[in-house]
Nanobody, 119 residues
Framework: QVQLVESGGGSVQAGGSLRLSCAAS?????LGWFRQAPGKEREAVAR???????YYADSVKGRFTISHDNAKMTLYLQMNSLKPEDTATYYC????????????????WGQGTLVTVSS
């Protein structure tokens, strides 16, 4: 069983920055960030495979950066130029199945960290 623990969420004003972290109990090749705003469906934010970003949602391109420190088994999401519409609970996810990774399907999930952006 893989455990994922997110941290780094909080409240910030529009235009500000936050960096989310996700500590994994195992080394994983495919990891991603998802988010879910109140009353909305969960959406994929970014995905990374073997240390190389492979996906960003259009809504975060140019503002968010996903990265992975394999030695520390920690996933990051640097979020800049935050907007009120970025307000959501952000989840870290991982999978060892490369077939599912390519399809954005993840087996392991963290508990989430809340990000609130005020205008």
């Amino acid at each position: 069983q893989v455990q994922l623990v997110e941290s780094g969420g909080g409240s910030v004003q529009a235009g500000g920055s936050l960096r989310l972290s996700c500590a994994a109990s195992n080394s994983m090749l495919c990891l991603g960030w998802f988010r879910q705003a109140p009353g909305k469906e969960r959406e994929a934010v970014a995905r990374i495979y073997t240390g190389r970003p492979t996906y960003y949602a259009d809504s975060v391109k140019g503002r968010f950066t996903i990265s992975h420190d394999n030695a520390k088994m920690t996933l990051y999401l640097q979020m800049n130029s935050l907007k009120p519409e970025d307000t959501a609970t952000y989840y870290c996810a991982a999978t060892a199945d490369l077939y599912q990774c390519a399809r954005g399907n993840f087996r392991y999930w963290g508990q989430g960290t809340l990000v609130t952006v005020s205008s």
